[in-house]
Structure formats: structure tokens, C-alpha cells
């Protein structure tokens, strides 16, 4: 029997403690989005959020294809949305998570 690989933090301290909550959805589309668009695992993600740590987004392949299908999902909405009427607050969040990767990603 193959023992799975202890979950260390960054210090190389175990993770021996599980935290759970509920969310919405649509809050969890945007976790999510985050999550992607960050390159970190959603585990790291939350940690660093919750702790007040920057998260720095290393740009990657798979940052990228995580950038290219939350573009792709807006375009969609922007085409349902006509005028600039009706743009709820969810997507305003996903369009100023992607600008913020982006911009961080300047230079690489």
C-alpha cells in the first residue's frame, strides 16, 4: 500500500488541518477564475488570500490558457450584453482579475 505524499506549507510544516465552507455558484466561478488565472493551486490560493499575502502570478502555460478561456467566456457575455447595459458585478470581478494577471505579467 502506497502512502500518499504529506501536504507541507511553504515552511515545510504538515497540513494537518481541513477548513470547509460554503459558497454560492456564482462564488465559486469566481474562486475559481482566481484560482486559474493565479497558477497556484486552489489550496495555496485561499491560504494566501486569507492570510494577507500577496499572491504573484508566475506566468506559465497554464496561466495562459487560463487567461484565454476567461477572455473567451467574456467575450461571450459581452456579445450577450448589449449597449453596456445589464454587465453584473461577476463579470466586472473576472475582467479586473484578468487585467491584474496581465499587467503583472508585463515584462516576462
Not at 506549507?9 to 488565472?37: C, W
Not at 506559465?60 to 484565454?68: D, F, G, I, Q, S
Amino acid at each position: 500500500m502506497r502512502m500518499s505524499v504529506k501536504n507541507l506549507d511553504e515552511k515545510g510544516r504538515f497540513r494537518s488541518r481541513t477548513i470547509g465552507f460554503r459558497v454560492s455558484p456564482e462564488e465559486e466561478k469566481l474562486i475559481n477564475s482566481a484560482v486559474a488565472l493565479s497558477g497556484l493551486t486552489k489550496q495555496d490560493y485561499i491560504v494566501r488570500k486569507l492570510t494577507d499575502r500577496t499572491v504573484t502570478v508566475l506566468p506559465n502555460p497554464r496561466v495562459y490558457k487560463a487567461l484565454k478561456n476567461q477572455l473567451s467566456e467574456v467575450l461571450d457575455e459581452l456579445k450577450r450584453i448589449e449597449n453596456g447595459n445589464g454587465i453584473d458585478s461577476e463579470l466586472l470581478e473576472v475582467i479586473r482579475l484578468i487585467s491584474t494577471t496581465l499587467n503583472s505579467t508585463k515584462g516576462e
